[in-house]
């Protein structure tokens, strides 16, 4: 009988399962993170379509009913690309593995620290640097008293790659604006398609979300110039305006990601795209921020800095450690998903 220890986090509301791959002896070969990503996928797989492999069984064994749920996504801590960064990592959900994770790298700091990982001090900041396949992140570490009180991650740079792409759906013509930050991102005004972002609404909200990532599945503005792992519409973000605060906008949304998983929080790196589009509408400014909510509530607090590069902030918190087994005279084996 084989054990898959984790550490759960959540990121507003969004899981995120951890697993040490080198306190389990996992392996993975490569010399980046991104080569340990393609590794992961398998020959001819594909981020929402991996291959099996002995890696990723183990993620469908932790992301699969009756462990996991269809919601779930996490990581395997993985060596850095080098001594820039204290490590690396590969984020993973139910249908495969993704490029860009705003909320894991965040709760993966809070993990670094709260574990020793990174030395933090009792009051201030620990910066974290974490090799992701899209790059280089951090996760700044904010700590008052002994206990840490929030957590701001710095992603890649963010670029806006087309506005107003016309995409038919079963709800009518929407017009998509598409910008990469670490993976590439769908947005589309909810009202446009007679929607509000509410858990009333999740089903279409869904189902329009898998159309539209369908319909731009081959669009040339989904391409990324570092090649195919970054390329194509991760996840499209339907959003809605709210009443804006004095520090700036105020938007809430619900990323539907993968094949039709739902972000519970405000998608860590989906809002660094919001971000780049609406400093480009002119509605973000220097020291401004945009509050940005979740379909479950949750709030993340983002801006621009010089470069396209954008910081967001959040809570993490750790909801549990685990010890997994997998009886080899289950009949289930690795799960299943509904």
């Known amino acids: ?65 009756p462990r996991g749920h269809a919601g779930m996504y996490g990581g395997f801590v993985v060596p850095p690309d080098d001594d820039g960064a204290h490590f690396g990592v590969l984020f993973w959900h139910k249908d495969g593995y993704s490029t860009a994770c705003g909320h894991g790298t965040m709760a993966l700091g809070v993990w670094a620290v709260e574990t020793g990982r990174v030395a933090a001090p009792d009051d201030g900041d620990a910066q974290v640097r974490i090799d992701v396949p899209s790059g280089r992140v951090t996760a700044t570490v904010h700590r008052d008293g002994g206990r840490t009180t929030g957590v701001t991650f710095r992603n890649v740079p963010a670029r806006v790659s087309a506005r107003k792409v016309p995409v038919a759906t079963t709800l009518g013509m929407a017009e998509v604006d598409l910008a990469h930050a670490g993976a590439c991102y769908a947005s589309v005004a909810a009202c446009d398609l007679g929607l509000d972002v509410s858990r009333a609404s999740l089903p279409a909200l869904v ?79 220097p020291g401004e921020d945009l509050l ?27 909801t549990g450690e685990h010890a997994f087994t997998a009886d080899p005279y289950d009949a289930l084996g690795a799960g299943f998903l509904i």
């Open 1 to 65: 009988m084989s054990t898959v220890r984790t550490v759960d986090y959540h990121t507003a509301g969004e899981p995120f399962r951890i697993v040490d791959c080198g306190a389990e002896g996992l392996a993975v070969p490569g010399d980046t993170v991104a080569e340990r990503c393609a590794t992961a996928i398998g020959p001819g797989g594909s981020g929402t379509a991996p291959r099996r492999g002995a890696l990723d069984d183990v993620r469908r064994l932790l992301v699969q009913e």
């Open 207 to 285: 189902r329009a979300g898998q159309e539209i990532r369908a319909a731009l599945a081959t669009h040339p503005a989904t391409w990324h110039p570092d090649g195919p792992l970054l390329s194509g519409v991760y996840g499209v973000i339907l959003y809605e305006e709210l009443p804006g605060t004095p520090f700036g906008p105020h938007q809430r949304n619900v990323t539907v990601f993968a094949d039709g998983q739902i972000d519970r929080s405000p998608c860590g790196s989906g809002t660094s795209t919001r971000l780049a589009l609406l400093e480009e509408d002119g509605r973000l400014g």
């Open 292 to 318: 940005h909510e979740s379909v479950t509530g949750t709030v993340f607090t983002g801006r621009m800095l010089p470069g396209g590069v954008t910081e967001v902030t959040g809570t993490a918190y750790r």
